[in-house]
């Protein structure tokens, strides 16, 4: 559930699990927003997500070109959806996608050499695919207010 307050609060139920974990890396409540209050450590814990993103394009050491690139993250059609398992298994996941053969093969590639490139990058790697998919794909762009 999220809801927002008067103001520029944003208010999130976090599941148990989520909580759990942010518990496991020091977080607590803290009403005078130290260093381990929940929303720090929360907040933390995105940008070191990010920057694993950022930092894991697989075109910056030549792991997939611009063409390879563009077409996996274009015929990932609800990134929303995929879970780690579909991450992990990417490679395998593209096969079953309807245009990937078609699409692969009028760029002159090979779907099955595509694919297995796929899944031979780094989990990391992976996951830079699946969230440039979902930044291309998103249903409305971010206003400056919303963020």
Known sequence: MTRTRPGKRLIITLPPEVLLRLRNRG?????????????????????????????????ERGALGKQHYELVVDLLRDPHRLEAFHIHCLGEYLLEIPDFARRARE???????????????????????????????SSRPCRARDR
């Open 27 to 59: 977080a607590r409540s803290d009403k005078n927003h130290g260093p381990f209050n929940y929303t720090r450590q929360l907040t933390r814990a995105l940008w070191l997500y990010d920057s694993v993103v950022l930092r894991s394009d697989p075109r």
């Open 107 to 137: 760029i002159g590639l090979e779907p099955e050499a595509l694919a297995k490139a796929v899944g031979g990058l780094t989990f990391a790697e992976k996951l830079h695919l699946v969230d440039s998919a979902q930044l291309r794909q």
